[in-house]
């Protein structure tokens, strides 16, 4: 299953690089013995056109769509490491992350959506959020795949 990120903001050239990449490497090393491809992370320059070019590309996405926002659903690590073993157990071939503008998702946006899911009720910045995704992503790939990172 293809993991993708699809964010508005860059990450070159910032302290919050480095641990992104820190994580998508572990994620890509671990993530493959278990049937997990990624993350693929796509970029949107902040600019005018962003909120277009991000409701494109949910609006081309063939596959599952998770709006990260802070009015989602709110799952435990566990939980979102179960969902994302039975996606990829029930046939999903490719999942978008997606962590839109600082305005937050609009109702089009929205309504590409399978799934909105929360970090908590804070508001985090953009690049905070990436890592905190790609934490997670990898905390998730640690339970499916039985290491010990991950304690209950």
């Known amino acids: 299953m293809r993991l993708a990120v699809l964010a508005v903001g860059q990450l070159r050239g910032t302290a919050e690089g480095p641990l992104y990449e820190n994580y998508a490497k572990r994620i890509s090393q671990s993530g493959r013995h278990i049937g997990f491809d990624g993350p693929h992370l796509r970029e949107i320059k902040e600019h005018a056109g962003a909120a277009d070019k991000l409701r494109a590309a949910l609006k081309g ?12 659903d709110n799952w435990s690590s566990r939980q979102f490491a179960d969902r994302l073993g039975g996606w990829r157990d029930g ?49 998730a790939i640690s339970i499916l795949s039985g290491h010990p990172y991950h304690r209950d």
């Open 61 to 72: 996405h063939k596959g599952l769509v998770v709006l990260l926002d802070e009015t989602g």
């Open 91 to 139: 046939g999903c071939g490719d999942i978008l992350f997606a962590i839109g503008p600082a305005d937050g998702f609009d109702a089009e946006m929205k309504a590409h959506a399978d799934v909105t899911l929360s970090l908590g009720k804070m508001t985090w910045p953009h690049m905070l959020t990436r890592i905190m995704l790609a934490e997670q992503l990898w905390r």
